[in-house]
């Protein structure tokens, strides 16, 4: 380095934090998978947000922490559980409101992240213009309905720039904080969310995929599913109240 250079001693900022949040509901089958897995990707913080679990949810997250806490891993930070309201709404806003990273990522207890899942986050919010995004969907299963209904969806979805929670949505928190957090309504807050978050500014629609479970669509058939799914937006997006939409979703739970 040349003498006199006005950068000399110049240290690099800080690159930003992420913190994972995952709000969970009777998830036993799934989720000391998915805990493990999202272990290994290197973010700074995992945030479980419990709210009211009958089944052996919340000993399986306190399990995984304390097994965080007692074997290294990749996970940079801690991982923490938490308890909220029931109401994935309130449990993202809980885990939002308890993590002090920059950037915070949404995501199922039945949904896998791609390997490069932080730096494909860090990669678009490089982009100053760029407040949050998602990721492509495909599901866990090869069978042909799985494969067209992921494929609408990640189409769908780039066109209208509207995310749901299968994608895995990611946002800065400063831009998290000015919106408000999440709605708080009893369905479609993904919905809710995304439409907000697109009118901040840029939304990264990024092509890496996360992997999640097909489980929901096979128990209703995958037809009856999307037909009372498309059916359940389209009320919403006439401005039916999501509370009065409520008892139809839970067929498709």
């Not at 006005?6 to 009777?26: D, E, F, Y």
């Not at 749901?164 to 946002?171: H, L, N, W």
Request: a positive charge; hydrophobic letters at 45%.
């Amino acid at each position: 380095m040349a003498a006199g250079d006005p950068h000399a001693g110049a240290c690099s900022p800080a690159p930003m934090t992420i913190a994972v949040i995952m709000p969970v509901l009777n998830e036993s089958r799934c989720l000391a998978h998915t805990i493990a897995h999202t272990r290994t990707l290197g973010f700074d913080e995992l945030l479980i947000v419990d709210g009211g679990s009958s089944d052996d949810t919340f000993a399986i997250a306190q399990s995984s922490t304390k097994q965080c806490a007692t074997h290294p891993s990749p996970l940079r930070g801690s991982m923490r559980v938490l308890r909220a309201p029931r109401g994935r709404a309130r449990q993202l806003n809980t885990g939002a409101a308890a993590s002090a990273c920059d950037v915070l990522l949404f995501l199922h207890a039945d949904t896998l992240l791609p390997p490069n899942a932080r730096q494909a986050i860090l990669t678009a919010l490089s982009e100053a213009a760029c407040v949050g995004g998602r990721f492509d969907v495909r599901f866990d299963s090869s069978r042909l309905p799985a494969l067209v209904i992921s494929s609408l969806m990640n189409v769908r979805s780039r066109w209208s720039g509207i995310a749901t929670g299968d994608q895995a949505i990611f946002v800065r928190r400063a831009v998290l904080e000015r919106m408000g957090g999440f709605a708080d309504i009893p369905l479609m807050e993904d919905i809710e969310f995304t439409r907000r978050l697109k009118r901040a500014g840029q939304v990264a629609c990024l092509s890496d995929q996360v992997v999640t479970a097909f489980r929901r669509w096979e128990q209703q058939g995958p037809l009856r599913t999307i037909l009372l799914m498309w059916t359940l937006r389209f009320l919403y997006w006439i401005g039916v109240s999501p509370h009065r939409l409520q008892h139809f979703y839970s067929m498709v739970r």
